[in-house]
């Protein structure tokens, strides 16, 4: 720790400032995606019934979407330092709670961890991931949409695409170490299907938008970006809504859960609608903010969502059950 660069700004145990610089609340929608990912390839692989029997592989993959995510919000922090000692100076590093060099090797330290226990997750037991390497792969390439975004790309139109792809690799991080392939006629990428792909896709574009969203929440923004960002979370949602049409090889979605997920679709965007709408009608900070915190919770609720279609009640219900947590570290920690 180290004396604040502003006396006037109160320096937070180390602790809640670590906690604070990883976004800890937001960790929960990453688990999201691990969870939802995980539970419909091991659907596939059991005859249509999600299950735990490789607990260690799943924990791998948790552990690493978690060590790669917070890696992430801590690596944004450290080279957004100057703009924050000026806009937030709260923040842990500007107000001196987190040393810049401390974060600076705690967030690229956490990368290659992360990388490697999704990796060494393949290899767990013999024989059960199809293809064992596939988990490092994409935390790989997870890890290098994370440094492109935060140290190159941030500032560029190319931003909201990579933060976008971190989503997407990291559903196909949870995808990553199933049982067996996808056996499907359709084309493939790196054993992945369509119907996975376009689920990955859905919720990569849906992050798109809520970036374009939140590119300038710290000032007045501009309704035509958030326009945009509006229009990029409905494409993102719509893509969804036509994964039942792709018949996803990890298992069939009968007609009936099709209505459900459709239903739960429409509700989930008409409550964040009504968000979008007051922001974009007035653009203050304070609004923008509250829309991307709800988008940002939303997140859970579709991955939820599609695993309700694919794996039935329980698996979706352990999904939802992440909110509890969130919700709670939310009252001692900021989540944008």
Known sequence: MQESTNPDTPVDPAWLAFGKLCRLPNLFTAWADIFAGYFIVSAFSNGGVANLNAPVIFVCLVLASSLIYSAGMILNDYYDREVDAEQRPDRPIPSGAISANTAMIAGFSMLVVGSLVALLGGYVYVDYAAIPWRGGAVAACLSVSVVAYDAVLKRTVLAPWLMGACRFFNILLGMSLSKELPFSDSWQVLGYDSGQLLFAGGIGLYIVGVTWFARTEAVVSSRAMLGLGAFLMLAGIAMLG?????????????????????????LLSLALGRRVVIAVAYPEPRNVQLTIKQAILSLIFYDAAITLAVCGTIWSVAIVALLFPMMGLRRWMYST
Request: charged content about 10%; overall charge negative.
């Open 242 to 266: 036509i994964v039942p049409w792709f018949q996803p090889s990890i298992v069939d979605i009968d007609p009936s859960k099709s209505f459900g997920l459709w239903g739960i679709l429409v």
